[in-house]
């Protein structure tokens, strides 16, 4: 049970690691493959369930990488994005998941319900020509369709796209890899949305692979083939701030003006975030529609026990019943962070220090 | 696929300047009936490359396709008719998409082109 620290450092292409109390290291040809490695050894190390991690950047040849075992009852499994490359990690079980769980249909039908509200396309009833980046077993094209669109959906995982041929996807399905450019004529299409996926980006998963050429080449390619004046909404789980200003940055680079939806930015779990974009120049489309639960409005965000079946999506929708909303009105304040700390070091767990950032408000980002 | 897929994909291999139209290999294809609606057609139209669209219609047997068309033919019901199915209720089932400039097949089965790029053609 612990926390496990490595300092990492690249020189030319490869990357090594050190843990900075303790004598584990690792090294690899890619920041992916070394986590993939400091993640094995520490479980080696300390079986006790298991882990998350953390992977920041400091410059771009070093940074830090943390990784946490838990008690089994929080079991948290590390992020799919460092478990395995998409294509790998989306196989035939993993794809089953998106038809058989409930849950996952249901999280999924409601993100892709917000992402085509954000592209506002105009209510005029006249259907559209959308994509679906990382579109997987057709959940979020299925939104869709269901109203009215025609849409081509890209996906880099053949599991998942059979998964969406069999559940009858009414959209196009691509095999392609987004991080290689979308390969569209321009101006053509009059909206994207992205649900979930937009995040493997940041991964070198493969030794030739460069996260920020991978990142301009999508959000290049995605300009491009958008009419003036389209969208794209984009809802993705970055791992941390670099991400997500990586992200930004690239998104920007290629010409976009927009920013970020944060819906529940207050609770841990149910907290989304949605990168809108406009393609073309500023306009009064372009101002951005405020998140749900951005003022003190809450989203029960209760214990995470019962759930040690991990997926990158959150459990809790932003439509919860009424009922629920008012018990949580007041939210977690610093009181119930402190108590809940104390009650974790009585059972033996690993808490940091109480100061005074404990429970502090956090700026909204993704 | 359907062919409106086809007329929007273009090839987007390293230091090819012309990757469309791609060239449509058909082996097999299936018809499905959907519901015409004539304002997405019209929506549509003016983004169509229509000697492409014609072409990959020949190209799994549907010649009723005119050479050329302009927006004035939208107001003439056989010709949305005409234009709805090509455009959305042929899908290519077997066969490939070949990069005009390269020559590059991209396999397409069940439905599905698999146009993953090569690491030397990114
Ligand atoms: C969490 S799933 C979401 C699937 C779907 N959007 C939904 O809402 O059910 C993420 C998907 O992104 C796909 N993906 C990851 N990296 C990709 C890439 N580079 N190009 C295309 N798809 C990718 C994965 O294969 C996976 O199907």
């Known amino acids: 049970m612990g926390v496990f620290t490595f300092v990492c450092r690249s020189s030319g292409a490869d990357w090594s690691a050190k843990q900075l109390t303790g004598d584990l290291e690792a090294s690899a040809s890619s920041t992916y ?3 993939r490695k400091l993640v094995q050894a520490a479980l080696a190390a300390d079986s006790s369930g298991g882990v998350t991690s953390s992977f920041s950047m400091v410059s771009p040849c070093s940074a830090v990488f943390q990784k946490e075992t838990e008690a089994r009852k929080n079991r948290v499994m590390p992020r799919p994005e460092i478990q395995a490359p998409p294509e790998i990690f989306y196989n035939e079980a993993e794809a089953r998941k998106y038809t058989t769980s409930s849950r996952i249909i249901e999280i999924q039908a409601k993100i892709s319900e917000r992402a085509l509200e954000l592209l506002a396309l105009p209510n005029d009833g006249v259907p559209r020509l959308l994509l679906d980046i990382g579109c997987g077993s057709g959940l979020s094209g299925e939104t869709l369709s269901e109203n009215g669109h025609h849409w081509i959906g890209y996906d880099i995982s053949q599991s998942m796209l059979d998964v969406a041929r069999e559940r009858e996807a ?3 399905l691509l095999l392609a890899d987004m991080g290689q450019g979308l390969g569209l004529r321009p101006g053509v299409i009059d909206g994207a949305i992205s649900i979930s996926a937009v995040q493997w980006l940041c991964y070198a998963d493969k030794s030739f692979h460069e996260p920020r050429m991978r990142l301009k080449a999508f959000f290049g390619s995605l300009y491009r083939c958008l009419a003036r004046g389209a ?8 791992e941390n701030m670099y991400q997500s200003e990586m992200i930004m ?4 680079r290629a010409g976009f003006a927009g920013g970020v939806v944060v819906d529940w930015p207050h609770s841990s779990k149910a907290r989304k975030a949605y990168l809108v974009l406009t393609c073309g120049p500023p306009s009064m489309q372009t101002s951005l529609p405020k998140g749900k639960g951005e003022d003190g409005e809450m989203c029960s965000d209760d214990d995470e026990s019962g759930d040690d079946e991990s997926q990158t999506v959150g459990i809790y929708d932003r439509n919860r019943p009424r009922k629920k909303l008012k018990v949580n009105k007041k939210g977690k304040g610093k009181e119930w962070v402190l108590k809940k700390k104390e009650q974790m070091r009585r059972r033996g767990h690993d808490v940091p220090p109480d100061t005074k950032y404990t429970a502090r408000k956090r700026k909204a980002r993704f | 696929m359907r062919l409106l897929t086809h007329n929007m994909l273009s090839c987007n291999i390293k230091g090819v300047s012309n990757g469309f139209p791609l060239r449509l290999e058909a082996e097999k294809w299936v018809e499905k009936e959907v519901e015409l609606n004539a304002d997405f057609l019209r929506g549509i139209f003016p983004k169509i490359e229509w000697k492409a669209l014609a072409g990959a ?7 009723q396709l005119p050479d050329e068309a302009d927006a004035s033919m939208l107001d003439s019901d056989d010709f949305l008719r005409r234009f709805h199915h090509a455009l959305l209720e042929l899908h290519v089932e077997e066969g490939a998409l070949v990069c005009p400039e390269t020559g590059r097949r991209f ?3 069940k439905g599905i082109p698999n146009m993953l790029l090569h690491e030397d053609e990114v």
């Open chain 1, 170 to 172: 009414e959209g196009d």
């Open chain 1, 249 to 252: 940055t690239y998104a920007m």
């Open chain 2, 57 to 63: 219609a020949r190209a799994i047997g549907y010649d």
């Open chain 1, 231 to 238: 969208r794209a909404v984009l809802q993705l789980y970055a």
């Open chain 1, 33 to 35: 493959e070394l986590q």
């Open chain 2, 107 to 109: 396999p397409i089965n």
